[in-house]
């Protein structure tokens, strides 16, 4: 591989925050790294929201839902103003793609794939507002006329991760825009260039200022923008540990709140599954972006009759995964976003050794790649349910198998964790596996492969989150509900 890897052309550093539609100059001082996952190298140093700055963002929020015109517009009106954004960023794709490959490692080949969900969230949503019951007319016992009426909730903070930046934004932002919300947006330190795209698409979308503005920060940021008496509700993905310390802030002056945490889903290949048939998803869904996803099938359950069989398919193919620059179209694999990521990966790999379990494929860091965060895609055999490679979201390439002598025992494993976010069932019987997947205490299952579909609710059970996103329930975490009666 061609450790000489620099981005090209080099990704611009932003400089100012979009705030009440203009681009302004930071009042903080502090600045904020992008450093290359490949080359280990710094990428970009900008500017960092400082409480002061992140108040003229929540400032401009608020003024332009209290009295500006986008939560009173008609919703045909928004919907045009989104169906801009969508065009404008569908002339960006790759521009955005290559933003998300350079900042996480995520393969090109993958992030040129999956770009297009950005501008099919904002003309999804700008669709759905044209007919959904923002007004429903109903009659009282007495006869007496009631409106129901979805108003929006308002000022939306939307705080966001790093493993795919921009369309975990484009949820927040088409959904929360199109119910008429306005956005206060804090993307992750690490992955700033998107957040900043999409506020460029907005601005020349003509959107009205304050409806969307960035106020790139860490942690404390995210904290202060949380806290903050001008927001009502946050929007949250990121890791279970944050998501709770955000709903106990929320709690306090009871602010709306919908999280998207973490996960441990499990792929349940059932005992008349086609193993062949199931290995290309397997490959793809157990450790997309170098195992960086909240949805990964990290456990895989299969029948003990059949480990074997499953085993020589899956390590075979495992082992080939071509590891790599990730600006390489041949890459399918490439490195882990952050140092901080490869310490926490090869700490759960060195916990999976000392409570014994055998490392059957990888475990170490690839040959030939001494620069840059990459580690080889491990599975790991002989796992027992309590070990901490089973329970603890690990966020690597790092999956476990384990078996099972029954169909109870299948559901009863795949459901021993603290998180319900996805999950899969391969069989030959679609109707066995719908019955496995209402057996699975989480949010999604697919049947026979691996489905996020933007236009479908997604979101977790138990630890792995409250509400949905995507689909109409997605527009549902933007609104209010008023009952209007006519006496
Ligand atoms: P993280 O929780 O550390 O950070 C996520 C975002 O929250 C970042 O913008 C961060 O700056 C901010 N943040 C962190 N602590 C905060 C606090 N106390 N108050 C306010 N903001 C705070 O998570 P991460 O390491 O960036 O992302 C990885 C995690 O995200 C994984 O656990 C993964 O499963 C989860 N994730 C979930 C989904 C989903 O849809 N369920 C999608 C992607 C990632």
Redesign the pocket.
Known sequence: MNMMHRPQPAPKAPERFFIGGRWLDPISRQTLKVVSPVTEELLITYPEAGPADIDRAVAAARDAFDRGPWPRLPPAERAAGLRRVADLLERRLDEIANAWTVQVGAPISLTRKLVGQNPTLFRYYADLIETWPFVDERKRDDGGRVRVVKEPVGVCAA??????PLV?LSYKVAAGLAAGCTIVA????ETPLEAYILAECIEEAGLPAGVFNIVP???EG??Y??RHKGIDKVA????????K??AAVCADRLARVSL????KSAAVLLDDADFAAALPSLMVYTMPITGQ???SLTRILVPERREKEFLDLYLGAVSGIKVGDPLDPATQMGPLTMARQRDRVEGYIRAGRAEGARIACGGGRPRGLDRGYFVEPTVFTDVTPHMKIVQE?I?GPVVSVLTYRDEDEAAEKANNSTYG?SGAVYTADPERGYRMARRMRTGSVTINGMIVDPKHP???FKQ??IGR?GGPEGLENYVETKTIHYA
């Open positions: 705080i966001t991760p790093w493993n795919a975990l804090k993307p992750s330190p920060a860490g942690r995210g904290d923008l949380v949250f993905t990121g890791s279970t540990a944050a998501g310390h955000i998207e945490l973490g996960g996803v909240c949805f979201e966020f976010l997604f979101g977790g792995s989150g996103e």
